[in-house]
C-alpha cells in the first residue's frame, strides 16, 4: 500500500487516487465473484471511497478504526492486505479471520482495524471503549468510527455520544451519509437536514462535510484528532456522500429512481478527483499507469484467492474460548467472617489493586457506591478515573467494556438489575461473545458483567426476572451464580482474572447472608461445581440462592432419613457435569434439578437432558425439575410464595423420586 500520509499535496493526492481506486476496483471484483465464488451478501461503499481515504489520511500509525459492515474501503485504506481481505470475503482459510467473518463483519485488532460491524450502529459504544482506554493507559490514540446515517436513529449510537460527550473520550464519529438508510432515504426518517445537528444536543462540536472529496474529509479529521489528542474530547463529522452500488450485492434498487441514481453518478469521488490531479499538472500517463498497477494488483488477487483452500472443517470448533491454563495452587492468607456484599467489595478492592489496568463502572458504582451498597468506599480509595458513575445507558456501558477489553484493560462494569440487560443484550451477545472465535484466538474480551436478580418481596416482574438460561446459550460468555459469600469472593476473582467475557449473576436476596471466607494471595480458574453435602438416596442439584433451598431440603430429608446429595453448579458456563454424574450416580440414579427461572427453558432442562443422555439406563427414574411456573412475577408476596419455589417444595420433589 502506498503511503497516504506524504505531505505533499500532489503526492498525496496521487495516492489518494491509486487507494480509491482501489477500493473501487476491489469491490467490483468482490460483486463478480459474487455471481458463482462468494456465497452470501455484501455490502459496498462504492462511491463513499473518499472518506476512508481522506479519514486515513489525517490520522497517525496506533490510532484505531470501527468501520460499518460497509468497511472494505476502511479496511484498504488502514492498510490491510488486498489478497488477504479478498481471502475472507471468499471464505477462504487464508482470509484475515479464516472465513468466520466474511464480508460484513471482519477485524484484525491488532492492526488497528478493530473491525467491522454488522449490527447498525453498535460500534459507537465499542469505540468509546477504545478510547476510554487510550484516555486511561495515555497513549495519544484516537479512534474514529464510522456509522452510515441511518445509525444516527439508533438508541446505542446516542448512548455512545452522550458517554464520549461525558468522559470528555479521545473519538471521531464520522457519519457517511449516502442519504439512504438502506433502502428508505434518510429524509423520510430524520427531521434535520444536516445529521451534525444532532450534536448540538450533547455540546459536541460538529461539522458537515463535503464526503466526496478527500482533502475536505482530511481537513475536517484532522482538526477532530487533534482537538482529540489535546483532551477537548469528540467530534461528530457529517461526511455527504453518495451510494453508487446496491445496499447488497443481490439488491436490484427497485426503490430507486433513474433520476437518483443519475445525480448520484454526477458526484462520483473517483473521477472528480482525478481531473482535479490533470488540472493540477499532474502527467495523464501517470495517472494511467497507476490505474494498470491497481488492475494487475487486483487480478493477482483475484487468481490467487480463487485457487485457495476453504477452511478445514476439523477447526470449526476452535477459539469459542481462551485455552484453559494449567491449575495452579492458590494460597489460603487468612480466613474471614464476611456479608456477601463485603465479599464482593473485597474481591474488586484486592483486583483493583492488583491491576492497574482495572476499571469499575456503571449505573451509581462511584460516589453512591451501588445501589446496594455494594462498591462503597471504591471511588474514594481508588479514584474517579478508575471507579466511575456513567449515563442511564446499558449499551453504552457494555459495549464500551468490550472496546476497553480490546485495548488492554479489565473493565468491571455493573447493571443494576438483570432485567436491565435486555435493553444492551448485542453487545454480550453479538459483540463480546465472538470476538475470540472471530479473530481466531487473537483478540480477548477480557470483561466482567456484574448484575442481580431473583425474588424479593415487592420485586415487579421487571426487577425479577432470571436470565441464567438465555446467558448460558451464547458461546464464548461464561456465567456464574454465586450462592455463599465465599464464592462471591473467589468466583469474582476468578472471572476478572480470565481472559474471556464473564457474567456474574448476584443475588440481593444475599446480600445481607453472613458466612465464612477464604481470602486468597492470587485468583483462582473459573469453573467447578461444589458438593455441599453427600448421600446416597437422591441428588439435588441446583445454583444460585435455590442451591441453599436444596441444602435445607437435604436437612428436611434426613430427619426423616432420606440421604441426599447436594450440588452448587455455581458455573453454568463452563459446566462441571463430571461433577454431576459423579452425584447423581452416588445417589442412585435419582436426581432432582431446582431452579428460581421459570420452568419452560429454563437451565434445568439442559442439565436434565445431559443427565439422561451421558448416564440412560443408570437412571433409576427420569428427572425432576421443580422450577418458578410460566408466570410473570407478581409484586405481592402473598402471590410469589404460591410460586417461587422453596425448601419444602425441593424436597417434596425428591420424596417423589425416593418413596415412589
Not at 492488583?354 to 462503597?376: C, K, N, Q, S
Not at 456465567?479 to 476478572?496: E, F, H, K, N, S
Request: proline share 6%.
Amino acid at each position: 500500500m502506498p503511503d497516504i500520509t506524504t505531505a505533499s499535496y500532489e503526492r498525496t493526492g496521487i495516492d489518494a487516487y491509486r487507494v480509491m481506486i482501489l477500493i473501487r476496483g476491489f469491490e467490483e471484483r468482490c460483486l463478480a465473484l459474487g455471481v458463482d465464488t462468494i456465497a452470501g451478501s455484501m455490502h459496498f461503499c462504492g462511491g463513499q471511497e473518499a472518506i476512508p481515504v481522506g479519514a486515513r489520511a489525517a490520522l497517525r500509525d496506533g490510532d484505531r478504526v470501527v468501520a460499518t459492515y460497509r468497511g472494505h474501503g476502511w479496511a484498504l485504506a488502514w492498510g490491510l492486505d488486498v489478497r488477504d481481505v479478498l481471502a475472507e470475503i471468499a471464505h477462504r482459510a487464508d482470509g484475515v479471520n479464516g472465513g468466520r467473518a466474511g464480508s460484513p463483519y471482519f477485524m484484525v485488532p491488532e492492526s488497528g482495524f478493530i473491525g467491522e460491524n454488522s449490527i447498525v450502529g453498535a460500534g459507537v459504544p465499542i469505540a468509546d471503549g477504545v478510547a476510554l482506554a487510550a484516555q486511561s493507559l495515555a497513549t495519544g490514540r484516537v479512534c474514529v468510527v464510522s456509522i452510515g446515517d441511518g445509525a444516527t436513529n439508533q438508541g446505542a449510537v446516542h448512548e455512545g455520544f452522550n458517554f464520549a460527550a461525558v468522559r470528555n473520550l479521545p473519538v471521531v464519529f464520522v457519519v457517511e451519509n449516502n442519504g439512504w438508510s438502506e433502502m428508505t432515504p434518510i429524509a423520510a426518517t430524520a427531521r434535520v437536514a444536516n445529521l451534525a445537528e444532532r450534536a448540538a444536543g450533547y455540546e459536541i462540536p460538529s461539522v458537515t462535510v463535503d464526503g466526496n472529496d478527500p482533502d475536505a474529509v482530511q481537513a475536517a479529521v484532522a482538526e477532530a484528532a487533534d482537538r482529540a489528542r489535546r483532551g477537548d474530547g469528540p467530534t461528530i463529522i457529517e461526511a455527504k456522500t453518495v451510494r453508487l452500488m446496491a445496499h447488497y450485492n443481490r439488491d436490484i434498487e427497485h426503490y430507486r429512481t433513474s433520476a437518483d441514481k443519475e445525480r448520484s453518478g454526477g458526484l462520483d469521488p473517483l473521477p472528480r478527483l482525478r481531473r482535479r490531479l490533470l488540472d493540477a499538472g499532474v502527467p495523464a500517463a501517470l495517472l494511467e499507469s497507476c490505474e494498470r498497477d491497481v488492475d494487475e494488483l487486483l487480478d493477482a488477487a483475484v487468481r490467487e484467492v480463487v485457487a485457495l483452500p476453504a477452511p478445514d472443517p476439523a477447526t470449526s470448533r476452535d477459539h469459542v474460548v481462551a485455552a484453559p491454563a494449567a491449575p495452579a495452587a492458590v494460597e489460603v492468607v487468612e480466613r474471614r467472617e464476611w456479608q456477601y456484599w463485603r465479599a464482593v467489595n473485597e474481591a474488586l478492592r484486592t483486583e483493583l489493586d492488583a491491576r492497574p489496568e482495572l476499571l469499575v463502572y456503571g449505573e451509581d458504582v462511584g460516589h453512591a457506591g451501588g445501589i446496594f451498597g455494594v462498591t462503597r468506599k471504591l471511588q474514594k480509595d481508588f479514584g474517579e478515573d478508575r471507579v466511575f458513575d456513567t449515563p442511564i445507558s446499558e449499551s453504552a456501558i457494555l459495549g464500551s467494556a468490550v472496546g476497553a477489553a480490546l485495548e488492554g484493560m479489565r473493565p468491571v462494569v455493573e447493571i443494576m438489575w438483570a432485567d436491565f440487560l435486555f435493553v444492551a443484550l448485542d453487545q454480550l451477545v453479538n459483540q463480546a461473545a465472538n470476538m475470540r472465535y472471530i479473530s481466531r484466538g487473537r483478540a480477548g474480551v477480557p470483561l466482567v458483567v456484574r448484575t442481580q436478580q431473583g425474588v424479593t418481596p415487592g420485586s415487579c416482574a421487571q426487577h425479577s426476572r432470571s436470565v441464567e438460561a438465555l446467558l448460558a446459550h451464547i458461546p464464548g460468555l461464561r456465567v456464574g451464580l454465586p450462592a455463599t459469600p465465599a464464592d462471591a469472593y473467589a468466583m469474582l476473582r476468578a472471572a476478572i482474572a480470565d481472559p474471556d467475557p464473564v457474567v456474574i449473576i448476584e443475588s440481593r436476596s444475599l446480600y445481607q447472608v453472613r458466612g465464612p471466607v477464604e481470602v486468597t494471595a492470587t485468583a483462582g480458574p473459573i469453573g467447578g461445581a461444589t458438593v455441599r453435602r453427600r448421600g446416597t438416596d437422591v441428588a439435588l442439584v441446583s445454583w444460585g440462592p435455590m442451591a441453599n433451598a436444596a441444602e435445607e431440603a437435604a436437612g428436611l430429608l434426613a430427619a426423616e432419613g432420606v440421604d441426599a446429595t447436594v450440588v452448587d453448579l455455581r458455573w453454568l458456563s463452563p459446566l462441571d457435569t463430571e461433577t454431576i454424574d459423579e452425584a447423581v450416580t452416588a445417589s442412585g440414579g435419582r436426581v432432582v434439578v431446582a431452579h428460581e427461572a421459570v420452568l419452560t427453558g429454563g437451565f434445568g432442562a439442559e442439565i436434565a437432558a445431559g443427565i439422561s443422555e451421558r448416564l440412560g439406563r443408570a437412571l433409576r427414574a427420569p428427572v425432576r425439575r421443580v422450577a418458578t411456573p410460566d408466570v410473570p412475577m407478581p409484586a405481592a408476596p402473598a402471590l410469589q410464595a404460591a410460586l417461587v419455589p422453596t425448601a419444602s417444595t425441593v424436597a417434596d420433589a425428591a420424596r417423589v423420586l425416593v418413596r415412589g
